[in-house]
T-cell receptor
Framework: KQEVTQIPAALSVPEGENLVLNCSFT??????LQWFRQDPGKGLTSLLL?????REQTSGRLNASLDKSSGRSTLYIAASQPGDSATYLC????????????FGTGTLLAVQP | SQTIHQWPATLVQPVGSPLSLECTVE??????LYWYRQAAGRGLQLLFY??????ISSEVPQNLSASRPQDRQFILSSKKLLLSDSGFYLC????????????FGEGSWLTVV
């Protein structure tokens, strides 16, 4: 059974710092992995999707990497800003006819001005 | 462009009352549709998914049901709410097929009192 873990549960950094959020999954047989952002009381916003054949994806200040063999994905945020404060969730897609994602419980990020 | 609408945004209902949450998607056809629940500290749990009109799959046994009366409409219902049904409910969609990015609505806060 696929399990997805995100450590730490919470992280506080000063503005301008580069940071890395971690996501681990127990079964390396994943089809893809998605990173989402969730603002308090809001829905999820898709940030990046990495296919199993890819090593990384980039969007602006965000870079996500995937290492299937070690069961890890990281989300790198460059030059963090207070507006980046949110909960970041990763979700592994194990494959199949529908997109039944397995979510981690998220990392709550606070960027201090 | 595609958009997803979900309502109501917040709802306070007494135990034993019925529930109806509605979700519609615009700008695409034959999407996969999903209902998730997010409980505090437990991450996102997939409740129902649908790959077409009238095709509903349930992931967990519960007091809830889902229906898809039209291609881009997904409804979450209950005949009699329980206290344990309280939570944040999220509708989502993805393009048909597997491994596609999932897009979430803004969510509905349900408090059962």
């Amino acid at each position: 059974k696929q399990e997805v873990t995100q450590i730490p549960a919470a992280l506080s950094v000063p503005e301008g710092e580069n940071l890395v959020l971690n996501c681990s999954f127990t079964d390396s047989a994943i089809y893809n992995l998605q990173w989402f952002r969730q603002d308090p009381g809001k829905g999820l916003t898709s940030l990046l999707l990495i296919q199993s054949s890819q090593r990384e994806q980039t969007s602006g200040r965000l870079n996500a990497s995937l290492d299937k063999s070690s069961g890890r994905s990281t989300l790198y945020i460059a030059a963090s800003q207070p507006g980046d404060s949110a909960t970041y969730l990763c979700a592994a897609y194990p494959g199949g006819a529908t997109n039944k994602l397995i979510f981690g419980t998220g990392t709550l990020l606070a960027v201090q001005p | 462009s595609q958009t997803i609408h979900q309502w109501p945004a917040t709802l306070v209902q007494p135990v034993g009352s019925p529930l109806s949450l509605e979700c519609t998607v615009e700008g695409t056809s034959n999407p996969n549709l999903y209902w998730y629940r997010q409980a505090a500290g437990r991450g996102l749990q997939l409740l129902f998914y649908s790959v077409g009109i009238g095709q509903i799959s349930s992931e967990v046994p519960q007091n809830l049901s889902a229906s898809r009366p039209q291609d881009r409409q997904f409804i979450l219902s209950s005949k009699k709410l329980l206290l344990s049904d309280s939570g944040f409910y999220l509708c989502a969609w993805s393009r048909g097929g597997a491994g596609n990015t999932i897009y979430f609505g803004e969510g509905s806060w349900l408090t059962v009192v």
